[in-house]
Nanobody, 129 residues
Framework: VQLQASGGGLVQSGGSLRLSCAASGFTLDDYAIGWLRQAPGKEREWVSCISSSGGSTYYAESAKGRFTISTDSAKDVVYLQMNSLKPEDTAVYYC???????????????????????WGRGTQVTVSS
């Protein structure tokens, strides 16, 4: 049971990258997926999340208008399209999964990193100025 993030790299300011998060060993049907990032010396920061159905999305202010989260349910893959990248977007990006089926929390709680119980290894995104 794992998540694997990929697609990171080095890009110039203003450029674009598309990150992928692939699930193996479980289906994304029952999980919301979040993207979070951690820059050197900083705390982990939530970026975006998408509901298990793919019908709802949520973005941090820093990501609104520039990043788009989407899902390919047939492939159990979630994408994060990042446009107009800035040097401050430089970080290791992680995807993580959380199930809200228990009802203890709901999708609007997805910015809370502590709720995620499945994490993938991160992918490095570096934006040069």
């Amino acid at each position: 049971v794992q998540l694997q993030a990929s697609g990171g790299g080095l890009v110039q300011s203003g450029g674009s990258l598309r990150l992928s998060c692939a699930a193996s060993g479980f289906t994304l049907d029952d999980y919301a997926i979040g993207w979070l990032r951690q820059a050197p010396g900083k705390e982990r920061e939530w970026v975006s999340c998408i509901s298990s159905s793919g019908g709802s999305t949520y973005y941090a202010e820093s990501a609104k208008g520039r990043f788009t989260i989407s899902t390919d349910s047939a492939k159990d893959v979630v994408y994060l399209q990042m446009n107009s990248l800035k040097p401050e977007d430089t970080a290791v990006y992680y995807c993580a999964a959380v199930s809200f089926l228990s009802g203890s929390y709901q999708f609007t709680d997805c910015p809370s990193a502590i709720l995620y119980d499945k994490w993938g290894r991160g992918t490095q995104v570096t934006v040069s100025s």
